[in-house]
């Protein structure tokens, strides 16, 4: 089920960005949060500079309301995504590509559900974090590390 919110909250949060329906959504992302089980994920092999640097990074307070904003709006579209057939969500994993597909899932779900609120957050918290930290320069194990403790 976790599997499934990244997906969403990815598609959610890419097509925020943008002012066009069609959003192209990389598929290298979404494949990525359509395969990963969160909570088992370890973190990978940090240096002990690299994992107080991480460390550090998740205690900002820019990093903790980035968090906070995609744990509410996993508490609004996880009862969705519950309600989905086994057959929804395996087209939903199989479709994590699929530019348009996204698109009218994602048109689909805010229909139905009033998440306008938490995108909004979402992506200004987003905002906020990635200024933070843009002159930091992290290698692809520490935004691995940040997103694996992002998610869990």
């Known amino acids: 089920m976790k599997s499934l919110f990244m997906i969403v909250s990815a598609t959610f949060f890419l097509s925020s960005c943008s002012s066009n329906s069609d959003v192209p959504v990389p598929g290298n992302l979404i494949n990525a949060f359509a395969l990963i089980d969160w909570d088992n994920v370890p973190l990978p092999e940090l240096t002990q500079e690299e994992t107080a640097l991480v460390d550090s990074i998740s205690k900002l307070k820019e990093f903790v309301e980035y968090r906070k904003c995609n744990k509410e709006l996993m508490k609004k579209i996880t009862p969705y995504l519950a309600k989905m057939s ?4 395996d087209e939903l994993r199989k479709n994590g590509t699929d530019s348009l597909y996204l698109s009218e899932f994602s048109d689909r779900v805010q229909s ?3 998440i306008k609120e938490e995108l909004k957050a979402i992506e200004k918290a987003y905002k906020t974090y990635e ?19 992002l998610f869990q």
């Open 86 to 89: 086994p057959e929804e969500q």
């Open 112 to 114: 139905q559900l009033d």
């Open 131 to 149: 200024e933070e930290i843009k002159e930091l320069q992290l290698s692809a194990f520490e935004k691995v590390a940040l997103m694996i403790k």
